[in-house]
């Protein structure tokens, strides 16, 4: 089953408004990070939160953790056209450090410009 | 620095042949990774390969499926005797050694389409 669940599963929104997006979790983990994966590519690193931290921010990006919840919710704020892409959270248990990540479904976000 | 390549990023294979796929890790990057993503999913874990080592295969389909990543030369992605549920995106990603961190590295994938 799948570690990550993310919901909700497809979000459209105007560009320069906010887009919220969560994560949950079912295990204990080291890490929570959340992918960008543009069509047809690869997927891109956005932002990385530890275990004992509840919130990350990174440009327009904002991350919260709750881990009592094991819960996550990645916002990314004055939405732009070219955020159109799928989103996910991926998770890592201890030890952590080169370890395999367990990803959700993802989310698939469109940014109307 | 080039990032992680992969390769071929498209691949066409007619069931029973066999698909190699390969992945040469960023510079200094000595962990790799390999992840299969089936259509409206999300990525599950294969195999984690250090240097001719396998490390974690707990994803990796007990028959037909093998991984390798030599001392010199990229990471290989073997599967024999390819059936249509193969049919994928199979990507790649790579890490360097040590840290808490756990920041993988993506490659563009290779698409596996068996006919």
């Known amino acids: 089953s799948q570690q990550g669940e993310e919901d909700p599963q497809a979000l459209s929104i105007q560009e320069g408004e906010n887009a919220t997006m969560n994560c949950s979790y079912k295990t204990s983990i080291n890490n929570l990070q959340w992918y960008r994966q543009n069509s047809g590519r690869g997927l891109v690193h956005l932002i990385l939160?530890?275990?004992?931290?509840r919130e990350k921010h990174s440009g327009r990006l904002r991350v919260t953790l709750d881990t009592s919840k094991k819960s996550s919710s990645l916002l990314i704020t004055a939405s732009r056209a070219a955020d159109t892409a799928s989103y996910f959270c991926?998770?890592?248990?201890?030890?952590?450090?080169?370890?395999?990540?367990?990803f959700g479904k993802g989310i698939t976000l469109s940014v109307r410009p | 620095n080039a990032g992680v390549m992969q390769n071929p990023r498209h691949l066409v294979r007619r069931r029973g042949q066999e698909a190699r796929l390969r992945c040469s890790p960023m510079k200094g990057h000595s962990h790799v990774y390999w992840y299969r993503q089936l259509p409206e999913e999300g990525l599950k874990f294969m195999v984690y390969?250090?240097?001719?080592?396998?490390?974690?295969e707990s994803g990796m389909p007990k028959e037909r499926f093998s991984a390798e990543f030599p001392k010199e030369g990229p990471s290989i992605l073997r599967i024999q005797q390819v059936v249509r549920g193969d049919s994928a995106a199979y990507f790649c990603?790579?890490?360097?050694?040590?840290?808490?961190?756990?920041?993988?590295?993506f490659g563009a994938g290779t698409r596996l389409s068996v006919l």
């Open positions: 390969l250090q240097k001719e080592n396998i490390i974690d």
């Open positions: 991926a998770t890592d248990v201890p030890p952590g450090a080169n370890s395999k990540l367990t």
């Open positions: 990603a790579s890490s360097p050694p040590g840290g808490s961190k756990n920041i993988q590295y």
């Open positions: 939160i530890r275990s004992n931290e």
